[in-house]
């Protein structure tokens, strides 16, 4: 199985930006769909983009515009570029991985699509 580690966040200003990683290990990362989702204090944990192994993405319209995922195969690494930073970006951010198949690229936003979690990246955003 799949082994997730996320690193790179920390604490930015308002329309900073920050770009977060996610390593990946124990099998080849291009056999997973990858996802981010983060989490903030007294909510629920909430989808932020996602990708499958064939490169269609998914993004929620929370960041459309403002973030970007990306994956890179061979360094089995997953990405996500934060720009124009809010405080409401304010989260921990875990990474995830599925090696479940949806035709439907808005099945790769729901949490129970993922099987392996890293344990997160706290980012906050300060005024």
């Known amino acids: 199985q799949v082994q997730l580690v996320e690193s790179g966040g920390g604490l930015v200003q308002v329309g900073d930006s920050l770009r977060i990683s996610c390593a990946t290990s124990g099998r080849s990362m291009r056999n997973y769909g990858m996802a981010w989702f983060r989490q903030a204090p007294g909510k629920a944990r909430e989808s932020v983009a996602a990708?499958?192994?064939?490169?269609?993405?998914y993004y929620a319209d929370a960041v459309k515009g403002r973030f970007t995922i990306s994956r890179d195969d061979r360094k089995d690494t997953l990405y996500l570029r934060m720009n124009s930073l809010k405080p409401e970006d304010t989260a921990v951010y875990h990474c995830?991985?599925?090696?479940?198949?949806?035709?439907?690229?808005?099945?790769?936003?729901?949490?129970?699509?993922?099987?392996?979690w890293g344990q997160g990246t706290q980012v906050t955003v300060s005024s």
């Open positions: 995830a991985a599925t090696t479940a198949y949806y035709a439907d690229i808005y099945d790769y936003s729901r949490l129970e699509a993922y099987r392996f």
């Open positions: 990708i499958t192994t064939g490169g269609s993405i």
